[in-house]
Structure formats: structure tokens, C-alpha cells
């Protein structure tokens, strides 16, 4: 997976299209990630000690990485992730539109 937590990104489809966010929690075995204040959903929660009443609770639902894209932190435009090799021999990623590391 080429995005990582607080990387800054944009949602392509559904029903928060357009808006940005940054990554909270990566999940890369489900190929989804969970972006800061975006895709709402309701959890229904039992009562317990820290909630006697229990409830309704609102919490950020997980998007398919396929359904979002990275902005780049220097151009500010929507890119791809490349990867380039650096002269150490470390792997950097690289915005494909400014060729600028990330």
C-alpha cells in the first residue's frame, strides 16, 4: 500500500466525494483506511462502566483505498506514489507530477 498515516488525501467517489482529509489508521490486509472527520457512521454501543447507558455513538468508517487519492504536500495537486532509489540505497516516495519526495 503506497499511503500511509497523515499523508493528506482527497475522496474521489461516494458520498464525501471531493473532500480532503488526513489518514488516521491504515489498514493494508482490507486494502482501507480511516480518514480524519469524513464517512461518518453510526455504532451501536452497550452499556458498560466508562457508558452506563450505552447508545448511539458516531465514529469515522473505513474507504477503500481505491476510492481516494494522495495530494502532495509541494504542489498541492492530486498524484500518483512513485518510488525512487536513492543514492544510500534508501526508497523514497516520489509525487509522480514534481518528481518531489514525500
Known amino acids: 500500500m503506497r499511503l500511509k498515516k497523515g499523508d493528506l488525501v482527497a475522496v474521489l467517489t461516494g458520498k464525501e466525494r471531493g473532500?480532503?482529509?488526513?489518514?488516521?489508521k491504515v489498514f493494508p490486509d482490507e486494502n482501507r483506511v480511516i480518514i480524519e472527520s469524513l464517512n461518518f457512521v453510526k455504532v451501536y454501543t452497550?452499556?458498560?462502566?466508562?457508558?452506563?447507558?450505552?447508545?448511539?455513538?458516531?465514529?469515522?468508517?473505513?474507504?477503500?483505498?481505491?476510492?481516494?487519492?494522495?495530494?502532495?504536500?509541494?504542489?498541492?495537486?492530486l498524484t500518483r506514489v512513485g518510488h525512487q532509489s536513492l543514492a544510500d540505497g534508501s526508497k523514497q516516495r516520489i509525487c509522480k507530477k514534481c518528481n518531489e519526495i514525500i
Do not use: D, F, M, T
Open 46 to 77: 452497550r452499556p458498560s462502566q466508562q457508558n452506563p447507558k450505552g447508545g448511539i455513538a458516531q465514529v469515522e468508517g473505513r474507504l477503500h483505498y481505491s476510492n481516494i487519492q494522495l495530494v502532495c504536500p509541494r504542489c498541492s495537486k
Open 19 to 24: 473532500k480532503k482529509g488526513k489518514i488516521l
